[in-house]
């Protein structure tokens, strides 16, 4: 088919220029989220030798400065936001009870709402990092993972063993579960796969999910890190901090967080022997201690009644300090900066109000609630308004507005999530699995230069000075016609040969580093260490710059 241009006036061709789309249509870009997905300055092409390498490095920049524009631009679309409760004036969000959020909500959410009572507890709960299923731990071996939402059962079994804590894995078909004396693996219809017998009566568990580490603590004092992904042992270091029962660990870096009886938080890595940070964080005890999921922020609990609000980049001073009536058992912060505290049979939340000043945006109580047992665990639950709370009694899901991120990322986490995504999705994580050597304080140290330390330096012209010839080692070809004499005096030969090489090279090495010393020396560069210290009588010596100069 064949189409042909048809004439057109010359007040239509003005018609069709003002059709254009034109510059001042195109919506506006916050500069905030530019500096939110900015991925730093433009690399400066003046130091790139050839032009088509130019012209490379130009392109890439246009190409980086595109995509964070349209990152940007795609934040329009996450019109979800969270919501919150608001009082009428001279009353309290605290005194709103349960019952008069279900009946004000809709009901998808209104079923959210639940009670278990169980006989085994006290329950140690863990959703998944989408939120989809629950797991609980009882006591007295109770177990029992289900899709909460749909409230679809998924195992249930009674391990007859004490349970100290659990864990979900790579996802919701795989659980540890910490017992008597060993930490067990099951799948999601209650058959154990494995039994950890390296991490013995552990009584805290902790999932790595970028490195595939399970972490656990133990009665003795031991931390154990294990790859399930190949089965292998990667740590198991003694804290010498005797039982640990406060532990965390920071997502951001994916270092293992340990609260002591002597009120410091301690920093592990599996592949240090010695914790990577210190932190006085109470002069008493340590109670409870949690890390926000974006790993900026910690906040602790001690048995002097107070909370403590850490940046954990910094390693400084509380940000911010509150005092409670009674020391608090259990701490979590929600995704939205929520922070959930219990004290015996009661959970309060609280919620910083984002109206204030600066001055006055301290955290407010914002929901209060009492349950029939004691609380043995709290836990907010990822991409929901919810705050899961185990008790001596059993489990009680409570909604909290405001807590959960409405805007997801699918490559993160998908709470709605397909059978064929999660097997994708295990493909994806093991290709992108960080090794656990990378586990350190600051992730960002990976992509920085090795630069040696004015240490390393001095130690290696040291180690080269000191440096001995290596012993010749060498043991001639035996031939029939050689006599024993012979066979001597040729070892004899060759050893000699051989050791005054490496004695000549040995010298010349020596010789060039001296020289190299003594031209640093003369030049007096910032960067030169000498071998030696300067003497007090250094003073006396004639500068020769001065003498050569008269």
Request: charged content about 30%; some cysteine.
């Amino acid at each position: 088919m064949r189409f042909q241009n048809s004439k057109v006036k010359k007040g239509d061709k003005k018609s069709l220029r003002e059709r254009q789309p034109k510059e001042s249509l195109k919506i506006p870009i916050d500069p905030a989220a530019l500096m939110r997905h900015s991925r730093g300055e433009r690399m400066n092409v003046g130091g790139v030798k050839t032009r088509f390498h130019k012209i490379n490095e130009t392109r890439k920049d246009i190409n980086i400065e595109f995509a964070t524009q349209q990152a940007a631009r795609a934040e329009i679309l996450l019109h979800e936001e969270e919501g919150y409760l608001e009082a009428d004036e001279g009353e309290s969000t605290t005194n709103i009870a349960q019952r008069d959020i279900v009946k004000h909500v809709d009901i998808t959410t209104a079923t959210k709402h639940f009670n278990l009572d169980l006989a085994f507890g006290p329950y140690r709960t863990r959703y998944t990092r989408n939120g989809a299923y629950l797991l609980m731990g009882g006591k007295r071996g109770h177990v029992a993972a289900f899709d909460w939402v749909r409230k679809k059962l998924l195992c249930e079994m009674n391990v007859m063993e004490s349970v100290h804590d659990v864990a979900w894995l790579m996802n919701q078909t795989m659980y540890a579960v910490a017992q008597k004396n060993w930490v067990h693996v099951y799948d999601q219809h209650g058959t154990e796969i494995h039994c950890i017998k390296t991490m013995h009566r552990c009584v805290r568990l902790e999932y790595l999910p970028y490195h595939f580490l399970l972490n656990s603590a133990g009665e003795n004092g031991h931390l154990s890190w294990m790859d399930v992904s190949i089965g292998e042992s990667v740590g198991n270091y003694n804290t010498r901090m005797g039982k640990i029962s406060v532990m965390t660990h920071n997502p951001w870096n994916a270092v293992t967080c340990v609260g002591g009886a002597k009120g410091v938080v301690s920093m592990w890595s599996p592949m240090v022997r010695e914790p990577l940070a210190k932190m006085l964080c109470h002069p008493v005890p340590l109670t409870a201690i949690a890390v926000d999921p974006k790993g900026m922020q910690m906040a602790t609990a001690g048995l002097d009644k107070k909370i403590k609000i850490w940046d954990v980049r910094n390693l400084e001073g509380p940000l911010e300090t509150y005092h409670t009536n009674t020391a608090a058992s259990e701490i979590d912060l929600s995704q939205r900066g929520l922070l959930a505290l219990t004290m015996g049979n009661v959970c309060e939340v609280y919620r910083r109000d984002a109206t204030a000043s600066a001055d006055e945006s301290k955290m407010k109580p914002y929901i209060r609630h009492r349950t029939n047992g004691m609380i043995s665990s709290v836990r907010f639950c990822p991409y929901e308004d919810i705050l899961g709370v185990g008790t001596a009694k059993g489990f009680v899901s409570l909604i909290v507005p405001g807590s959960g991120e409405p805007n997801f990322d699918t490559f993160e986490a998908n709470p709605y999530q397909s059978r064929s995504q999660r097997r994708e999705e295990e493909v994806h994580k093991l290709l992108e699995k960080i090794p656990a050597e990378f586990i350190a304080l600051n992730p960002t140290q990976i992509d920085e230069v090795d630069v040696p330390s004015a240490k390393e330096r001095l130690a290696q012209k040291v180690k080269l000075l000191t440096m001995k010839p290596p012993r010749i080692d060498f043991e001639p070809r035996k031939r029939n016609r050689l006599s024993k004499a012979k066979l001597v005096q040729i070892k004899k030969n060759v050893t000699e040969a051989r050791f005054r090489e490496a004695a000549n090279e040995l010298r010349e090495i020596k010789e060039k580093l001296l020289a190299e010393e003594k031209a640093a020396a003369a030049e007096e560069t910032p960067d030169f260490i000498p071998l030696e210290p300067k003497s007090v009588l250094d003073r006396f010596k004639t500068n020769k710059k001065k003498k050569a100069a008269r």
